[in-house]
């Protein structure tokens, strides 16, 4: 046969509609779950495309965060990840945030929508950049995260389309005052510790705002318009209910992120997110249905319960039947031993010997934390408050300029 008549035959086929193979018979092939299905192989375009998808995007969501925006980007690019593939949506901002991440970026990767909330920020973005079909995984970040030196080397090192649908790194305070100082241990207790486990047991609880990554296929299956105070906590929940994948934890991947500089700001912070969580709670209906991740909010739910049900019930039942007062004392010497304990240990694995001077009032923002707990409890299971509520953004009293001390731990050049 000639190489004319070759092309000519070969450009016929691809002329010929795929209804029309089908009916001459020549495209059944046996199937997996058939033996006379008809098989449409997949365009060669399609197959293309997915051999040329980059590896890794970063979407960073902002409103109004002028203050650290330029950190945040320079510091990705240090810790690895290339500009040309940073994206940030700035969701209505009315200070100068597009402006300095036009300057960093350029037009083409910086996207400006009216305001509506990060979640629905986020949605636009990914459909603007056309993430799903150039990328296999998209990281989303808060736009007041400064990563670690090697972090989206590390990340992508860990990536793996094949076995896992989301992942997740290591969240951690930047160094700062008292209040980072008791959230750093408490971050790096519960991840090293609850993370751990939830990893192992297939049940991580939260995927949090500035450390997770999605494989892009997934996406389609997600509704970002969550209305709810918690979009990350939503999302989570999204995920193990309709059974999108494994999660993959990567504990050396590293995060950090600004804490609220006042008491008012923390009370506030933890009163959104206890809030969102029960709302989650309720929506998903956790606890009625036989999935590892009713289990492990389960166990989340039952920690400060019998905290509560130890001090206010167990204890005076005690004191009574004992009619020793001694026994006061002594529980509140073992909580506090156990307590330092973990202290030490968190000071080590975060190399932060500062962590220890939390402990004078360790108890108070704990105590603060379980008030908040029960307080959103009765609000939005017992009182049915909040049943579909979006808060939007909760920047203006957060963000604040970076100190040298604050990025000691990171990419940032300061």
């Known amino acids: 046969m ?19 193979l089908e009916n001459r018979g020549s495209l059944k092939v046996k199937s997996r779950t058939s033996k006379n299905v008809p098989y449409t192989r997949r365009p060669a375009s399609y197959v293309h495309k997915r051999i040329n998808k980059r590896k890794l995007a970063l979407l960073l969501p902002a409103h109004n965060e002028e203050l650290i925006i330029a950190t945040t980007i320079k510091s990705a690019s240090v810790a690895g990840q290339k500009k040309g593939d940073i994206y940030v949506v700035d969701d209505g901002s009315t200070d100068k945030t597009r402006a300095i991440a036009v300057k960093l970026l350029g037009r083409d990767h910086v996207l400006t929508v009216k305001k509506g909330g ?7 973005a990914i459909k603007k950049f056309d993430i799903e079909d150039n990328y296999e995984w998209l990281h989303v970040a808060d736009a007041d995260s400064v990563f670690s030196l090697n972090y989206f080397k590390i990340y992508r090192d860990k990536l793996n389309s094949k076995k ?11 160094r700062g005052n008292w209040i980072s100082t008791y959230r750093a241990l408490t971050y790096t207790y519960s ?10 047991l297939g049940m991580i609880s939260v995927f949090p705002g500035p450390i997770t990554a999605f494989r892009t296929d997934i996406i389609k299956h997600l509704d970002f318009d969550t ?26 991947a590293v995060n950090y992120t600004q804490d609220p500089q006042t008491l008012r700001d923390f009370i506030k912070q933890n009163l959104r997110w206890q809030r969102g969580f029960f709302q989650g709670v309720k929506k998903y209906r956790i606890g009625f249905r036989p999935q590892a991740i009713d289990v492990s909010l389960g166990v989340q739910l039952l920690q ?24 006061l004392p002594a529980v509140f ?24 001077g939390s402990m004078p009032y360790f108890y108070f923002l704990r105590w603060i934390e379980i008030g908040v707990f029960v307080t959103a409890f009765f609000e939005v299971i017992i009182l049915g408050r ?29």
């Open 2 to 20: 000639s190489t004319s008549t070759k092309k000519d035959l070969s450009a016929a086929n691809r002329r010929t509609p795929v209804k029309a």
């Open 118 to 124: 990060k979640a629905l920020a986020v949605a636009k």
């Open 164 to 174: 896992y649908a989301v992942a997740v790194g290591f969240v951690q305070s930047m």
């Open 191 to 200: 991840q090293h510790v609850n993370r751990r486990i939830q990893s192992y």
């Open 227 to 252: 209305h709810s105070f918690t979009e990350d906590f939503d999302i989570t929940l999204q995920v193990h209910r309709k059974k999108l994948g494994k999660i993959r934890f990567i504990p050396r």
């Open 304 to 327: 400060p319960a019998f905290y509560l049900l130890q001090m206010f019930i167990l204890m005076p039942l005690v004191l009574l039947a004992t009619g020793n007062w001694l026994v």
């Open 333 to 356: 010497a073992a909580d506090f031993i156990v307590v330092s304990a973990i202290a030490l240990v968190s000071s080590v694995a975060a190399k932060r010997w500062m962590l220890l």
């Open 386 to 414: 909040f049943s579909s509520e979006m808060t939007g953004w909760d920047t203006s009293s957060r963000r604040y300029e970076l100190s040298n001390q604050a990025l000691k731990d990171t990419a940032a050049t300061g």
